[in-house]
């Protein structure tokens, strides 16, 4: 069998982000400040959060966007959804403006602003928040009337993931990445995005169903499960849950001919990770794993080949390699 070890490290280490590990915190930084000082935001005790894959230390290289969850604990409750994007949207308009081409930097969403920080080529989500009823969980707006709320748990969801990662001694954090960076290089730019899929790893994982006893078991095992989940998702409408909301599942934007292409594609890579996994050629296995996580945010290939294979999988005649037994003639002469 093709574990890998050391080529499932260094395609972690091809994903991790770069220095969107500075630029993220500042950018974050720089909204919280701007949002903190406003006066009215004060009085509703605005608190910010840094959450989403960032925050849960998931996400891969390029970090696009970074999510503050703005908690507003004494906001009254008749102030709108509708009023607090507004108050928002003054708040930061005013702060960032303009970017050098005229645009505005601030862009209104349906549940959030989104700032552009095109230094850093990324962008900051913040969303506005209010406690839910139960005093534990929180609400944010939602896409329709004026004054249209959802619940939610960001937070909940980082202790989760947390406490998954210790679980599995470190391995679901790394899987997950791969995963993500799986539907990345089998989807590109098309929906269900990122979210869906971790949280379908989290299911999988959580299911019981996902183990092994390193990286490269892991990674097939959980694309096995989560390949599963969205045939389940796409073929008879099974929900992925929301682990955070008894009883909630998750709300995707996809059109029907994405979610085809998720289901097929990933069937078809748990079934190329399944026999990578059991190749005796460590260069075939590799190529089949290079085929599966593709490039990173720099254009690189993310699956390195062992030493001693050439880029199509098939071995270098004239390589040795560490611990072979027998070396090829030569004309040179040591000693």
Do not use: C
């Amino acid at each position: 069998m093709a574990h890998l070890k050391q080529q499932f490290k260094d395609a972690l280490s091809s994903i991790e982000p770069s220095d969107d590990k500075t630029n993220a915190p500042e950018a974050h930084r720089l909204v919280r400040d701007a949002l903190e000082a406003d006066a009215k935001l004060t009085e509703y005790g605005v608190s910010p959060v840094l959450i989403g894959s960032y925050k849960r230390n998931v996400s891969i290289k390029r970090i696009k966007d970074v999510d503050v969850f703005v908690r507003l604990p004494d906001m009254p409750s008749d102030v709108t959804s509708k009023d607090i994007l507004d108050r928002f949207f003054a708040v930061l308009h005013a702060e960032f403006g303009t970017d050098s081409d005229g645009h505005r930097r601030t862009k209104r969403q349906d549940r959030s602003l989104q700032v552009s920080f095109p230094e850093y080529d990324l962008y900051v989500d913040a969303v506005p928040a209010r406690p839910h009823w139960d005093g534990e969980t929180w609400e944010i707006p939602q896409k329709g009337d004026e004054n249209e709320w959802v619940r939610t748990n960001p937070e909940g969801l980082t202790s989760l993931s947390s406490e998954m990662n210790a679980a599995h001694d470190g391995y679901y954090v790394p899987t997950v990445k791969l995963l993500r960076q799986t539907r990345r290089a089998q989807l590109g730019k098309k929906k269900p995005g990122g979210f869906f899929f971790e949280l379908a790893t989290y299911q999988a994982f959580a299911s019981g169903a996902v183990s092994g006893s390193d990286q490269a078991e892991y990674y097939v095992s959980a694309l096995t499960k989560v390949s599963k989940i969205i045939e389940n998702f796409v073929t008879y409408g099974i929900g992925v849950n929301d682990p955070t909301l008894a009883g909630a599942t998750i709300h995707i934007r996809a059109s029907d001919e994405e979610l085809e292409a998720a289901r097929t594609r990933f069937a078809d890579a748990a079934i190329s990770a399944d026999d990578a996994l059991a190749e005796e050629d460590e260069g075939k296995a590799a190529l089949a794993f290079q085929k599966l996580l593709g490039k990173n945010g720099d254009d690189k290939m993310v699956f390195p080949m062992p030493p001693g294979f050439n880029e199509d999988g098939s071995k270098r005649a004239s390589a040795i390699l560490a611990g072979a037994r027998v070396v090829p003639a030569g004309t040179r002469t040591f000693g």
